[in-house]
């Protein structure tokens, strides 16, 4: 809400600087978002007469301007602009006038010609959005004279962002209350004069069936007027405040919302068939909104109606035949109070919002809902002429915030306790600033009875009276106290994706939703997807199932980059419905990795080396060894979107934990990588926890090592081959491992040579050649029985 | 010249000649050879001795001294040059084995933890040293939860300023519950309290949950998923005077400098007083530039003693008990402490920028 400067010292006398005044607000807890100085944005641009004008020699737009501006010399100016001429005045930016837009004038040669300052429009004064040529000052403008001070220019306008407790703030009076209380300065009263009243008139009628959501309405005809433009002032102090003039009388209501915060609405008469009615809408009554939408209401609307039709949606928005027009003649001046919740409501359902609706939402003072109709009456009679009929007035403004017994509310607190919770001591003066915020205060020792004022809807605990005193004495006045420390021990820090990061990963972080199409490429079609029901796009419209297209993403993303490799890891949260439990879901916490283009660059000491399924399974292995697991890998063709052949299930314990694989090659250059992709995902939450390592004794005795190299089918899985070896080499076997294979030339078709390294150690003894001659004996005769294998060396 | 004489002349030529080869030897194998050349079984120190035993006996031990004096010249002559030559070889070796040290090492690819992750550990870390212990909670929530427990009823003003994602109806057929993704970590608050009364607890309870949250709007400072840590504290007596002692040692710690802090009376439906909290500066020392607009001042978190409603909602007594609470964004901390310009490149993960930034010192 912007709040100009003077309008503000309507209500109060302030004599602070507006940065002084901006400072307030914030302690007050009035967010300023910016405040505007008009004035001072155009200091240097003076009032200047156009003593002669010449055609520019060299161009046929521009012309040749001397201009007084009360100096010595009259100026010498090119100007663009064409709808000036001699003896105009004009606004002059002269030399080293910063203009509102930024631009700094200079002295400068235009087409060759010298020019000493620039005529301005309005739009480069910062008044208007735009504007067509130079701004014409009225003739008796004084030559010479700062245009600010000439055009009376606001010194300041606050920028406030109120916030949404704050209703009674979001108007000039409300604001100025807070400073005025603050300042110890006075509010001044307001002007307010009766209304003549024209008994001839008929008032209005008016029923109020709907009394919960509508505690007090009050309607008045006025008769007779002449709708006009509003006066120049009012359109100014409009524009200021950031609202566009529409028509005399809407005007003045606008006015009177910004001044007092009562939004009220105006209804052509002549337009209206009938009594008034403000009930609830039964559901189905159609509503042409002003706003040029055709509505179709839901029962528990608030309605303001004629005999014919719905006129308003209370408090939101009127009709759009009802509205007041240039030609309107007689009009009926709606004021009241309409239940926040009521009107929030109703406003979310149709997304409508109105200067009107955001204050009712957040509530009006039921106290100037009166007054309000008072001032409006006046001040369109005085304008706009016409007579005024009594005011038609349904229930009482009373009733709003009261208790039982019709006495304002009232808060009890003990001000020991709010002392504590804010950890500062409450000095009695300042109940007075509370006293000029409206509030009644009674202590009587630790206990204080506060009565709220009818604007304060937000005060009605202890807590808001805490709040109340501690924006008043000011938060910085708190002391920075630490509490006392609990001592409860930290839990474990989660180490997963640090140890990915360890092993030459880089870590990313997705969006947790993804397209439905990216969802198909891993996980089948089933019931178990979670969709957003308002998604940014349909790229963002369902919740994850699988990390991998995120890294698929990224991947991409990267490559198309000139990266010729990536190592990706990604933690966080896979979501889906749960089958067993209606309408719950689960959240399973996952690590995945992505692997795809070189894993080795060309180097110094060795050329580039891309990625494999290898490289994949040695880091994801790598891991669960780090946290005490072991994984194992089974060969699985039938998993979505992995390359059959290259892609296993893989088991922790029992456990299904996770998945490895060579991302399908059609999917991967869909994506336009053209180097094999390998991705790997873990379920965390399927993990158990390793063992914490028992201490073993180191062996005593050196171990001896042997290798055999036998030539199997290629079928054959080196995992069963190390099973049957371990199973043949007895009890002294510390280790076995492939460690050479080949099945190049020499080696015939569907065989492979693999070389096996096995260990034996004996905790009691030195090993000798006899032991390792028997174990070599014992599997060499297992790789024949079991797997056909022949030994070569 | 006796016997006796011509020996000593022997040995002194010997010596002389022996003392020059060895000088003269070019590496450990020729000195090792002049060792077995004069003093080996068959050597010329062992050659000369032959003619002991013509001499006289009284002569025999006055030319042993004489042969012991040059055995031990010779052998001292020989440890001197080895010495030598075994320093030159080593020498030698060393600039034959020299290697460019300014080559790069070999290394297993780049990893970095994400800017965002390298926040969240530190944020957590400096809590967790304060006794505050980590939760967690689900990121698709109930409206109970993210909103109503939270004091904030389904005609609040504040509500609809929440952006909130809604997931499609979750059940089949029958209407259910409807369900969104979290706007903040404060569900968090709630579902801790809970569980934590439900298991006996009684406050005091310091809790800090760091976990993603959810809003529906996206642009240029605006991410439709970002990262926010609530903290929270309930005991008897803990004041607005804590909550400003934890934030400030909290913000001095993270930013690993003194840091003023400022709050400002704000509004949240679910704290009561509640603030605004600006840092001075960290750019410009509070005097003014670009990134504060000029004010010196740079807003970081929310904040405010949890509203009674809060504490009520999951049935601790708000007359006996009292709490702060604060939810922070991690992006937001992290893009000040490391001068990051734009919300966009958390989530863009180009690789230039996670691997420059995540670097964790």
């Known amino acids: ?793 | 010249m006796s016997e006796i004489d011509s020996l000593k002349a022997q040995l002194e030529s010997l010596q002389a000649d022996a003392l020059n080869a060895f000088a003269a030897a070019e590496n450990l194998n020729a000195l090792q050879q002049l060792r077995v050349q004069y003093l080996g079984k068959k050597g010329a120190l062992t050659e000369v001795l032959k003619g002991v035993g013509k001499l006289p006996p009284a002569d025999r031990p006055v030319i042993g001294q004489h042969v012991n004096a040059t055995k031990s010249a010779l052998a001292a002559g020989l440890d001197a040059c080895e010495t030598t030559l075994a320093e030159k070889e080593k020498i030698a070796r060393i600039e034959a084995e020299r290697i460019d040290v300014s080559l790069p090492g070999r290394t297993k690819g780049k990893g970095a933890l994400h800017p965002v992750q390298n926040g969240l550990d530190e944020i957590s870390t400096i809590f967790s040293q304060m006794g505050f212990v980590v939760a967690e909670g689900p990121e698709i929530e109930d409206e109970f939860h993210n909103f109503d427990a939270l004091n904030i009823p389904p005609e609040h003003p504040a509500r609809a300023m929440h952006d909130t994602f809604f997931v499609k109806e979750m059940g089949n057929g029958e209407k259910s519950e409807p369900m969104l993704l979290r706007t903040h970590t404060s569900p968090v608050q709630i579902r801790t309290m809970k569980r934590f009364l439900a298991e006996g607890g009684e406050p005091p309870l310091a809790v800090v949950a760091p976990g993603r949250v959810y809003r529906c709007d996206y642009d240029v400072t605006h991410s439709p998923m970002f990262h926010q840590v609530e903290v929270f504290k309930v005991d008897r007596d803990v004041s607005m005077a804590h909550l400003k002692g934890v934030l400030k040692h909290f913000l001095s710690t993270y930013f690993e400098k003194d840091v003023a802090i400022r709050l400002r009376p704000h509004y949240f439906p679910f704290t009561e007083p509640s603030a605004e909290v600006d840092i001075g500066c960290v750019f410009c020392a509070g005097k003014g530039c670009r990134i504060c607009k000029g004010s010196g001042w740079i807003e970081v978190l929310g904040s405010g003693m949890i509203h009674p409603n809060v504490l009520q909602s999951v049935g601790i007594d708000s007359e006996e008990f009292s709490g702060f609470a604060f939810g922070l964004g991690v992006e937001r901390l992290v893009m000040l402490k490391q001068g990051i310009p734009d919300l966009r490149l958390f989530f863009e993960n180009d690789v230039r920028f996670l691997s420059r930034m995540g670097v964790n010192k």
């Open chain 1, 1 to 793: 809400m912007k709040i100009p400067f003077s309008w503000l010292k309507e209500h109060v006398a302030l004599t602070a600087t507006p940065m002084q005044i901006a400072d307030d607000l914030v302690r007050l807890g009035h967010e300023v978002e910016a405040v505007e100085m008009p004035r001072a944005a155009v200091v240097g641009v003076r009032v200047g007469l156009i003593a002669s004008k010449q055609p520019h020699p060299d161009a046929d737009k521009l012309s040749l301007l001397k201009v007084d501006v009360g100096d010595a010399e009259a100026l010498d100016i090119v100007c663009g602009a064409s709808n000036m001429d001699e003896g105009d005045k004009i606004p002059v930016a002269t030399l080293g006038t910063v203009l509102p837009n930024g631009l700094k004038i200079k002295k400068g040669k235009i087409r060759g010609e010298t020019s000493c300052g620039m005529c301005c429009s309005e739009t480069e004064l910062g008044l208007a959005e735009d504007s067509a040529g130079l701004l014409i000052l009225p003739a008796d403008a004084p030559v010479g004279a700062e245009v600010g001070d000439y055009l009376e220019l606001e010194e300041a306008v606050f920028d406030l962002s109120i916030t949404p407790n704050r209703g009674d703030c979001m108007n000039v009076r409300g604001i100025a209350r807070d400073l005025a209380a603050d300042a110890g300065l006075p509010l001044n009263d307001l002007d307010l004069h009766a209304v003549a009243l024209d008994a001839s008139l008929a008032d209005a009628v008016v029923t109020v069936s709907a009394e919960q959501d509508c505690p007090v309405y009050m309607a008045r005809r006025i008769q007779g007027i002449t709708v006009a433009d509003s006066p120049a002032w009012m359109q100014a102090k409009l524009i200021q405040a950031g609202q566009r003039p529409v028509n005399g009388v809407v005007d003045v209501l606008n006015t009177i919302m910004l001044d007092l915060g009562q939004p009220m609405h105006a209804f052509d008469a002549d337009t209206l068939s009938g009594s008034i009615t403000v009930s609830s809408a039964q559901g189905g009554e159609p509503f042409s909104a002003l706003d040029g939408r055709e509505l179709t209401l839901n029962a528990g609307d608030l309605l303001v109606s004629d005999n014919a039709s719905v006129i308003a949606l209370a408090g939101i928005m009127g009709s759009e035949p009802t509205g007041v027009r240039e030609t309107t003649t007689n009009i009926v001046l709606e004021s009241a109070f309409f239940r926040p919740a009521r009107i929030s409501e109703t406003r979310r359902v149709y997304a409508m919002v109105s200067e009107a609706s955001m204050r009712f939402e957040r509530g009006v003072d039921p106290a100037m809902v009166a007054v309000a109709m008072q001032r409006a009456t006046n001040m369109i009679i005085d304008l706009f002429g016409g007579s005024a009929s009594a005011v038609t007035v349904c229930g009482d403004a009373g009733n709003v915030n009261a208790d039982a017994s019709g006495a304002s509310r009232k808060v009890n607190a003990s001000v020991s306790r709010i002392e504590t919770r804010l950890g500062i001591e409450i000095p009695v003066a300042v109940d007075d600033v509370l006293v000029r915020m409206g509030f009644a205060l009674q202590r009587n020792g630790d206990a204080l009875t506060v009565s709220v004022p009818s604007f304060r809807h937000d005060v009605s605990i202890p807590e808001d009276i805490s709040e109340e005193y501690a924006r008043v004495i000011g938060f910085d006045k708190i002391p920075e106290l630490l509490p006392p420390l609990a001592t409860t021990a930290p839990a474990r820090q989660d180490r997963s994706v640090h140890d990915a990061v360890g092993a030459g990963f880089l870590q990313v972080i997705n969006y947790a939703f993804i397209s439905a199409s990216e969802q198909r490429l891993f996980v089948p079609q089933d019931d178990l997807d979670i969709a957003l029901e308002n998604p940014i796009s349909d790229a963002m419209s369902v919740m994850r199932r699988s990390v991998w297209p995120g890294l698929l993403n990224t991947a991409r993303y990267n490559m198309n980059r000139q990266q010729s490799g990536v190592s990706l890891v990604e933690q966080g949260r896979v979501y889906l419905k749960n089958q067993k439990a209606e309408n719950s879901h689960d959240e399973i916490n996952v690590i995945a990795w992505l692997m795809s283009g070189d894993v080795e660059q060309d180097d110094w000491f060795g050329n580039a080396r891309q990625a494999d399924f290898f490289d994949l399974k040695g880091a994801v292995n790598a891991w669960l060894t780090l946290r005490g697991l072991t994984g194992r890998f089974i060969a699985d063709d039938s998993m979505q979107g992995l390359q059959a052949g290259q892609s296993a299930k893989i088991l922790v314990g029992r456990a299904e934990a996770g998945r490895i694989g060579r991302v399908d090659g059609d999917i991967a250059s869909s994506l336009d990588i053209d180097t094999p992709v390998f991705v790997a995902e873990i379920n965390l939450d399927a993990l158990t926890t390793g063992k914490q390592a028992k201490f073993v004794p180191l062996p005593e005795f050196p171990g001896v090592e042997r290798d055999l190299v036998f030539l199997f089918e290629r079928t054959v899985s080196s995992e069963a081959i190390l099973n049957a070896v371990k199973s043949a080499a007895g009890k002294m076997l510390t280790d076995a491992r492939i460690f050479d294979r080949y099945d190049g030339k020499g080696v015939p078709d569907g065989f492979v040579s693999l070389g096996i390294r096995f260990a034996l150690q004996d905790g009691k003894r030195t090993l000798t050649q006899e032991d390792s001659d028997t174990a070599s004996q014992a599997i060499i005769a297992a790789m024949d029985k079991r797997f056909g294998a022949m030994l070569r060396a």
